[in-house]
């Protein structure tokens, strides 16, 4: 049981380039979500998906994509990147049954993303 | 709209002294409050959550915190800390409506660094 993993764990890109953040969960949970962690402002919520099918914007989605593959599978992509999207990036899944919100999130070790 | 504010950024301790990381939170609905830590290069793990009940949480590590409605903090304290302790901790906060069916993101504080030193 691997939890929640995470491909790449570095990437440099230079602007303008475009790559897709890969995350997988073995935990049969419905919901996914990606984060971004920068110095002194935690994490902030870029996209989440409720459950398989469904996709939504957090609180800081503009330059992102994602992708609900399966229940498994949660992709983040960076159609053009800039300077301002190095980061640290986390996904997270949690089981999110029957619209509760009291569940924990689990969360994978992070890519940490450098733009030149 | 909820939001969380961790009280200080860093905290500098000496090994075997307690500690306490301040969080206070502000939701218009019922809350649901969590403390993550983040070990150097790694990613987040649950420590505690107060999800109702007793407002005294236990959590992994000898850590436990305390919620506090009418303060509306929920501080995190650790009677005598460990090298090992070395870390940043967030605190959280996820909201729920009165209908219990509402999604709740989860929105997280700044980060407090706790440093230990021997």
């Known amino acids: 049981n691997a939890g929640v993993t995470q491909t790449p764990k570095f990437q440099v890109l230079k602007t303008g380039q475009s790559m897709t953040l890969q995350c997988a969960q073995d935990m049969n949970h419905n919901s996914m979500y990606w984060y971004r962690q920068d110095p002194g402002m935690g994490l902030r919520l870029i996209y989440y998906s409720a459950s398989e099918g469904t996709t939504d914007k957090g609180e800081v989605p503009n330059g992102y994509n994602v992708s609900r593959l399966n229940k498994r599978e949660f992709s983040l992509r960076l159609e053009s990147a800039a300077p301002s999207q190095t980061s640290v990036y986390f996904c997270?899944?949690?089981?999110?049954?029957?619209?509760?919100?009291?569940?924990?999130?689990?969360f994978g070790p992070g890519t940490r993303l450098l733009v030149l | 709209a909820q939001s969380v504010t961790q009280l200080d950024s860093q905290v500098p301790v000496f090994e075997e002294a307690p500690v306490e990381l301040r969080c206070n939170y502000s939701s218009s609905v019922s809350v649901y409050l969590f403390w993550y830590v983040q070990y150097p290069n790694q990613g987040l793990q649950l420590l505690l959550k107060?999800?109702?009940?007793?407002?005294l949480v236990k959590g992994i590590n000898g850590f436990e915190a305390e919620f506090n409605k009418s303060q509306t903090s929920f501080h995190l304290r650790k009677p005598s800390v460990h090298i090992s302790d070395t870390a940043e901790y967030f605190c959280?906060?996820?909201?729920?409506?009165?209908?219990?069916?509402?999604?709740?993101?989860?929105?997280f504080g700044q980060g407090t660094i706790l440093t230990v030193h021997p």
């Open positions: 959280a906060v996820r909201g729920e409506n009165a209908g219990g069916t509402s999604y709740g993101k989860l929105t």
């Open positions: 107060y999800l109702s009940g007793s407002t």
């Open positions: 997270a899944s949690s089981e999110s049954t029957s619209g509760r919100v009291r569940e924990t999130q689990y």
